[in-house]
Structure formats: structure tokens, C-alpha cells
């Protein structure tokens, strides 16, 4: 595994409120009486269309990160916006789609690392977007869209092939940067909610944000709801295949976002408080009760079945129990908000009794 694991002036939300009532022409003359639920409904429209809606004053901090070129500890570092960004470098495909939610599809002028499910409800819209590469891309190739702002993965803030630049060299050129709170050390799910807010904040876009937020944390508790009858939380360890005949175990002890979002579906990383590599045969004695490997675009099913044929393997209950469940690559690492569209696909597959 690659350590990049390890790693829209200012856009102001309109809002067209129309008030519709009954006008009078000349010499014409109104019913003889108006209901008193009427007058309330025209009241009520009355101060819905004179009530601003709130906005942000500039300047706006957001208490962001920065790490050293080639580093892993997360320090804190302000970013100040004396207006709103008017042009975002994308640096994945899920965060991409995250400013896609937000109304800012004409800010982005660039996206990298085209890869992973698509969010089909902002799919027409992505696709408009100019795609600088299906892969990771570089410093320069984020230089050339001549962003004001660049967005999304902390891992790949660094000075190396595939990352866009460290946040200070990027900094020191005038460029603000914003890296997702989901993605350092410590994030959780819950950190996606964090990483809308800010985000409404700079955009000056909090009311969509805050219905965004309100629209995935309804998402979890829906999740959450079918799954509160299952009392026996499940282990589970993952394979990072992509040759169905090298069996290769990531431990994944330090990705706490990936670890955390795989407790909305009741399963917890056999190998969390692992740091290093994980053999073979310390998989089959551990045992856990599911095994989870990447859908590389369709070539999951392979993975599997050379799996359970695996003579290695055949003593493990994942195995005997065909429990094999394959996820999309930005469900467990894009440390996006669309990681839930994977945990429902997976709590789905894993139950469909309760999904029926």
C-alpha cells in the first residue's frame, strides 16, 4: 500500500423567495371575507421573504493542518479568507463531490485521482468537471490550474510525485489550503460534519452545509435504526488484494477514520491496535469473522473465490461462514462523506433480512 493512504469574490447563497397573493384591479372588489387562515399564510410568506438569510462576514479563520514534507504528525495552522475562493483544486474525486453538494461545481477547476464509485445523485454534475488525471497528480500539474484554494486529502500534501505540494510551499505561493479533518490522525466519520461546516463557512454557503449535514447524519441513524437489534458486534480484517493469489493484510491499526466508520455496520478491525505488518498466519490464528478486500472495478469476485479456495485459509470461520465482502476503494480511504453509501451497500449485503 502506497503512504498516500497514511496518509466558490465571495459565492453568497440566493435564495428566490416569490411571494404569491391576490392582487385587485381597479374597480374590481374582493371577496367579502378572507379567512382568517389565509391572512395567517399571508403573514407568515410575508416575513419568510423579508427575513435575510444569514451570511458569513469576511474575514472568515478556519483552524486547519499542516504536516512537515514527508512527515505524519498533524500540527495545527489557520487559514484566513478574505473572501470566498473562486477557484478549487480538487485533489480527489470525494472531495470533489463534497463541494459538488454545496452549490460549487463552477468553482472547481481541477480534480485529481479520479477513481472510486461515483455519487450518482452529483454524477452529471462531476462529469462537466475538468478531470486532471484518473491517478494522483502533482505539484505542478496542481500549480497549472491557478488555484486560490487547495482542497481535499491531507496525505497527499506533500512535495512527492503524487501529492500537490505541502501545505506551507503552498502557502508561501498565496494559495490557501484547506485538508479534510476526516483524513488526519485522529479523524473520525464525525469529522465529515466538521469538514461542511468549515466549509460552509468559506463558501459562505451554511445553509445548504447545514442541510447537507442534517442529510447524512439522517443516513446514519437510518443505518444505525435497522442495526439495533444485532447485540454481537463482528471482527473483521482487511485484504488489500488485488492479485487473488498474494494473500496481503493491512492492519490499518492507525487509519482511525477507516476504523470508525466500520463501527456503523457492528464491525471492528481485528487488527486496530497493530502497528506494522500482519503475516498470514498471524490472520488464521487471530480468525476474524469477516474478511473485507477492495472492489478494484469489478475484479472483487475473483479475489473471492480464489479465497475460499485458498487451502491455507479453510480453517478460518470468514471462510467456512462466506463471509467476503468487497468495498469500494473511497468507501474505506477517501475519507469522504460518501463512505456511507459503502457502509449501507455493506450493511445490506451483510443483512439484507433487515434492509427488506
Not at 274 to 294: A, F, H, M
Given at each position: 500500500?502506497k ?21 385587485t ?15 395567517q ?26 504536516k512537515?514534507?514527508g512527515?505524519t ?9 478574505d473572501?470566498a ?10 472531495a ?52 486560490d ?66 442529510e ?13 437489534g ?30 470508525d ?11 486496530e ?37 485458498n ?17 469500494d476503494?473511497?468507501y ?20 439484507p433480512?433487515?434492509?427488506?
Amino acid at each position: 500500500m502506497k503512504k498516500v493512504w497514511m496518509t466558490v469574490s465571495a459565492l453568497t447563497l440566493m435564495v428566490a423567495l416569490s411571494a404569491c397573493g391576490n392582487t385587485t384591479k381597479s374597480g374590481s372588489s374582493e371577496p367579502a371575507a378572507t379567512s382568517t387562515a389565509t391572512a395567517q399564510a399571508t403573514a407568515v410568506a410575508t416575513a419568510a421573504a423579508t427575513t435575510p438569510v444569514e451570511t458569513v462576514t469576511y474575514p472568515v479563520t478556519i483552524q486547519n493542518f499542516k504536516k512537515a514534507e514527508g512527515g505524519t504528525t498533524w500540527e495545527a495552522k489557520e487559514q484566513v479568507f478574505d473572501k470566498a475562493p473562486e477557484r478549487i483544486m480538487a485533489n480527489t474525486r470525494p472531495a470533489a463531490e463534497l463541494l459538488l453538494h454545496l452549490g460549487l461545481g463552477d468553482r472547481i477547476v481541477g480534480v485529481g485521482a479520479n477513481f472510486g464509485a461515483p455519487d450518482k445523485s452529483v454524477e452529471a454534475e462531476y462529469a462537466k468537471l475538468n478531470i486532471l488525471s484518473d491517478s494522483y497528480v502533482g505539484k505542478e500539474v496542481t500549480l497549472g490550474t491557478n488555484p486560490d484554494l487547495v482542497f481535499g486529502r491531507g496525505g497527499l500534501f506533500d512535495n512527492a510525485d503524487w501529492g500537490v505540494g505541502t501545505v506551507d510551499s503552498i502557502n508561501s505561493m498565496g494559495i490557501k489550503t484547506y485538508v479534510l479533518e476526516s483524513s488526519i490522525t485522529g479523524g473520525t466519520y464525525n469529522s465529515i460534519y466538521k469538514d461542511i461546516e468549515n466549509a460552509g463557512e468559506i463558501f459562505n454557503v451554511k445553509e445548504k452545509a447545514d442541510e447537507f449535514i442534517q442529510e447524512l447524519k439522517n443516513r446514519q441513524e437510518a443505518i444505525a435504526s435497522k442495526l439495533a437489534g444485532i447485540k454481537e458486534e463482528k471482527t473483521f480484517a482487511y485484504l488489500h488484494m488485488s492479485d487473488p493469489k498474494q494473500v496481503y493484510v493491512y492492519a490499518a491499526g492507525k487509519e482511525s477514520f477507516f476504523n470508525d466508520s466500520f463501527k456503523m455496520v457492528k464491525l471492528n478491525n481485528a487488527f486496530e491496535n497493530v502497528d506494522g505488518e500482519v503475516s498470514v498466519e498471524k490472520l488464521i490464528e487471530t480468525n476474524p469473522d469477516v474478511l473485507i478486500i477492495p472492489d478494484w472495478e469489478g475484479g472483487a469476485e475473483a479475489i473471492k473465490e480464489a479465497l475460499y479456495a485458498n487451502p491455507q485459509l479453510t480453517s478460518m470461520k470468514a471462510i467456512q461462514n462466506k463471509q467476503i465482502y468487497a468495498v469500494d476503494y473511497n468507501y474505506m480511504f477517501g475519507y469522504g462523506y460518501n463512505t456511507i453509501d459503502g457502509m449501507e451497500l455493506l450493511a445490506k449485503e451483510m443483512y439484507p433480512d433487515l434492509f427488506k
